[in-house]
């Protein structure tokens, strides 16, 4: 009788709102390089693909890519209860969701999120299938999902199949993988610090940086190097030969995203590297070459960019085809959802925010009350209904500049 009951009343629910907001503070959402005591300060260069322009060569904000800004997103059905998402995408991607996509959500059965995606990427393709109308999309996706949960009283990875594991797995990313390996751990990802306008001098100080870390650390822990688009097909093998002896466990999107020929030259010319991408890359189209070539190892798409978890289902489900492992990028609690209702997707990335990387900081910052933390390097997922965080309104500064009807 309570179930029967139950499912009558999720069968008169309608979403009534849709909400977005700028947070106009940092250290808090969806951008984790919008740090307020700045991001990976201790580095001093990071290769970027502006690397070859000397003004912007000393770190990823230079180039102003935390302008945007984090926003977070509230879905409002009839019966009171209320989805809630971060991301990123600024005023622009605020724009978007209250003046354009509104009107898919509002009067839309919260189960029918299928239709919401279709109807939103449909009508937002002249914008471009890439970048900001993805980023606008994947946080509504992420909202809907978090406001079925909570309807249903269910967590999000029960409602996608289940958990696979016990516990999932953590890899750390940021500038101290030896504080990662003491905190319990299976890896540490570094970023790059120098890039082909660095020529030769470039290749043996980034060998050397990763040399260090690797005495520091041992033989048994995974190190990883992070490239972030800012290599060519000749560095980048050229760079593989060189990290021979530090034994790196992958260099990760060394190419810019569209060269997906110069992705499958890499595994030709250094068949014996993993090579991983796809933080840049978007929607299930985006993905399908990469997975039909077998150019990359590990598929890394973001549930906060590639389409949301809709998408993210359909890119992994693909993948799985091809027995690729599916490692998402960052993304904090929308990412372990998602792993631990995957087989094929072994471990998790744990994007650490904090300046020095010797603490291990909620990835969101205060925007949530309850965000899970890793514990040994590691996560266990409860049953909390959505994706088991409630929005933390306390000295947060939330801005709705595009509401709708005014």
């Not at 999107?253 to 030259?265: Q, S």
């Amino acid at each position: 009788m309570v179930v029967a009951q139950h499912i009558s009343m999720i069968n008169k629910v309608k979403i009534i709102d849709i909400r977005a907001y700028v947070i106009d503070q940092a250290g808090s959402g969806g951008d984790y390089h919008d740090q307020k005591d700045g991001h990976w300060i201790l580095d001093s260069s990071i290769s970027t693909p502006m690397s070859t322009y000397s003004d912007f060569k000393k770190s990823r904000t230079s180039f102003g890519i935390n302008v945007m800004k984090s926003i977070v997103v509230e879905v409002e059905a009839s019966d009171g209860t209320i989805g809630v998402s971060t991301g990123q995408g600024g005023a622009p991607a605020c724009y978007m969701i209250e003046q354009h996509f509104r009107r898919f959500i509002v009067g839309l059965d919260p189960r029918d999120i299928n239709k919401a995606w279709d109807q939103m990427y449909r009508a937002s393709m002249y914008y471009g299938g890439k970048g900001l109308p993805m980023w606008a999309i994947s946080v509504v996706d992420i909202a809907l999902w978090d406001l079925l949960g909570k309807i249903r009283k269910e967590p999000v990875y029960k409602m996608i199949g289940g958990a696979v594991r016990d516990e999932i797995e953590l890899y750390c990313t940021g500038i101290r993988p030896d504080v990662a390996k003491d905190a319990g751990f299976i890896g540490g990802k570094m970023p790059l610090p120098f890039a082909p306008v660095d020529r030769k001098d470039g290749i043996k100080a980034n060998v050397d940086h990763f040399q260090k870390m690797r005495n520091m650390v041992g033989p048994d822990f995974w190190l990883m190097a992070d490239c972030w688009m800012s290599l060519d097909v000749p560095y980048a093998v050229e760079l593989a030969n060189a990290m021979r002896e530090v034994d790196l466990y992958w260099i990760e999107e060394a190419l810019h995203p569209g060269d997906m020929d110069g992705h499958k030259l890499l595994k030709e010319r250094a068949p014996w590297m993993r090579w991983t991408t796809g933080e840049h890359e978007y929607t299930r189209y985006g993905f399908r070459k990469l997975i039909e070539t077998r150019s990359i190892d590990i598929l890394q798409p973001d549930v906060t960019w590639c389409g949301g978890l809709t998408e993210l289902l359909r890119i992994s489900a693909m993948a799985a085809a091809y027995d690729i492992p599916v490692v998402p990028h960052g993304s904090g609690a929308y990412s372990y959802h998602f792993v631990i209702s995957q087989p094929h997707c072994p471990f998790c990335e744990y994007l650490n925010t904090s300046p020095d990387c010797l603490s291990f900081p909620s990835v969101f910052g205060n925007l949530f009350e309850n965000e899970i933390l890793p514990v040994n390097g590691k996560i266990k997922l409860d049953d909390k209904p959505g994706f088991g965080m409630n929005l933390n309104r306390n000295n947060l500064n939330m801005n709705r500049v595009f509401p709708a009807n005014e």
